[in-house]
């Protein structure tokens, strides 16, 4: 995948057709938090009260159509020196290096964006080897298993911690 067709930008309500595309899949889904969208009407809500006013949720473009999301939720008060970072993409695009290349722009970006932020964390159910890889590829560290950690899809799940601080090096 060349590179320079990979983009990151907040989310537009024109996003809402391609939203809906990837954001429909229960296999994209599966290990989010949120619930597949079903509806062009789903996706603009979603759009409009979730992902614009978050802090921080971007949309992955390709070709600057989104196909998937990345968001970065910072830690308040004495907890500011961390975030967790979460991301999915259309099942199109998996395998491309999409996702590895969208999370290593963030990576590179977000720690001069929040100069407190030392480290950024994520959360990845044990079953979810494709997201497990891709934080490997770019250079976090798995740090180890978090039984009965996660709430996801009505039951309580097992997951692994991966972190990645502004001083390692991002691969």
């Not at 020196?81 to 999409?98: E, N």
């Amino acid at each position: 995948m060349d590179a320079s067709r990979i983009s990151i930008r907040p989310f537009k309500l024109s996003d809402a057709d391609d939203f809906l595309k990837w954001a429909s899949d229960d296999r994209v889904t599966r290990y989010l938090r949120w619930n597949t969208v079903t509806t062009k009407e789903e996706a603009l809500t979603y759009i409009e009260k979730v992902a614009i006013p978050h802090p921080w949720r971007r949309t992955i473009c390709l070709d600057d159509r989104s196909i998937g999301y990345i968001s970065v939720k910072r830690e308040s008060g004495d907890n500011k020196c961390r975030a967790y970072v979460s991301y999915a993409v259309g099942a199109a695009y998996w395998g491309q290096g999409i996702v590895s290349a969208a999370l290593r722009a963030v990576m590179s970006s977000v720690f001069d964006e929040f100069p407190d932020l030392v480290r950024l964390e994520a959360l990845v159910d044990i079953e979810n080897r494709a997201s497990q890889r891709v934080l490997g590829k770019v250079g976090f560290l798995k740090e180890g298993l978090l039984r009965k950690y996660g709430f996801c899809k009505g039951e309580v799940r097992d997951m692994f911690m991966y972190s990645f601080l502004s001083t390692d090096k991002i691969l």
